[in-house]
């Protein structure tokens, strides 16, 4: 376990190597944690949602908000996006008396992160749905049951980072929320105007993901009825070689029989007669399932 103090200790990150170790930072910072009853404190578990190297990083972290300062208690070396926070605050010196500027700016990079989280959510759905529009305006090619494994593991990735990612907007919007509650206070350092924009933006977001998880539950049950289509069209094909087949199966077995006496063998067009006998029988019953519509 490690503790850094930033921007004249209005910001402390405490990094955990375990879960356990909190317990023990507990101790260590117990002068910060465990101050008077009249300075109280706000414990919120955050999630944290980056894209990066192809794939979206979770960070699960514990905020602790208090009048005079923040403090973020972090996993292993700390999170890459704290880390760039860090040092944005300490290159515009915005080192005040009050840990608004530090809450303010992990806030905004949170909302930044999670918008970037959902732009690579948006090309896994566009990803998932590409093949989906080829195959309706291509007859020749369609999913089928082949894809349902493919398709099936990236709707549950698209699934779980959406998830994710809604979790991380609420609890930084919450976080926001109680920022408001602070800059009433004169001199946070902070303008209500911009905490409100703040709260805006993760208000936009949740009904960017609400819109999101739409789309992907329609595209997941697109996916499935295309799916079942083509299985359909597979059935509807072997029907009709049934169809066709069967009457001359039927003509074969006939005369594969021992019968004594067979006097249609001997008549003049006998083999015409049977093979447009075998023609007809198999385009009656074709005829009756495309009238019945179950050719398209």
Do not use: C
């Amino acid at each position: 376990m490690s503790v850094r103090s930033i921007t004249r200790d209005t910001w402390t990150r405490v990094f955990l190597d375990a879960p356990e170790d909190f317990a023990t930072a507990e101790r260590v910072l117990s002068n910060r944690l465990h101050r008077g009853g009249e300075d109280h404190e706000r414990r919120l578990p955050v999630t944290i949602v980056s894209a990066g190297g192809g794939a979206a990083h979770v960070y699960n972290l514990t905020v602790i908000v208090r009048a005079e300062q923040i403090i973020t208690v972090e996993p292993g070396a700390g999170i890459p996006l704290l880390q760039d926070v860090e040092a944005r605050l300490q290159w515009a010196d915005a080192a005040t008396d009050t840990p608004h500027h530090a809450w303010y700016a992990i806030a905004q990079a949170g909302f930044q992160a999670s918008a970037g989280a959902l732009e690579f959510v948006e090309s896994d759905i566009n990803l998932v749905r590409a093949p989906m529009v080829e195959a309706s305006r291509e007859s020749s090619r369609s999913l089928g049951v082949s894809d349902l494994p493919r398709v099936s593991e990236m709707l549950v990735d698209i699934d779980h980072a959406l998830s994710h990612v809604a979790s991380s907007i609420a609890t930084l919007t919450q976080l926001a929320r109680l920022l408001r509650r602070e800059t009433a206070v004169p001199g946070s350092g902070i303008e209500r105007p911009q905490v409100d924009a703040l709260i805006q933006q993760g208000e936009a977001l949740t009904r960017r993901v609400e819109f999101m998880v739409d789309r992907h539950r329609f595209l997941s049950q697109g996916a499935s009825q295309q799916i079942s289509t083509s299985d359909l069209n597979i059935v509807k094909i072997f029907t009709v070689l049934w169809a066709i087949l069967i009457p001359g199966t039927t003509l074969i077995n006939w005369y594969g029989q021992n019968f004594e006496f067979m006097p249609e063998l001997s008549w003049e067009y006998s083999s015409w007669i049977q093979i447009l006998g075998v023609f007809f029988l198999a385009v009656i019953p074709i005829y009756t399932v495309k009238r019945a519509g179950q050719l398209r």
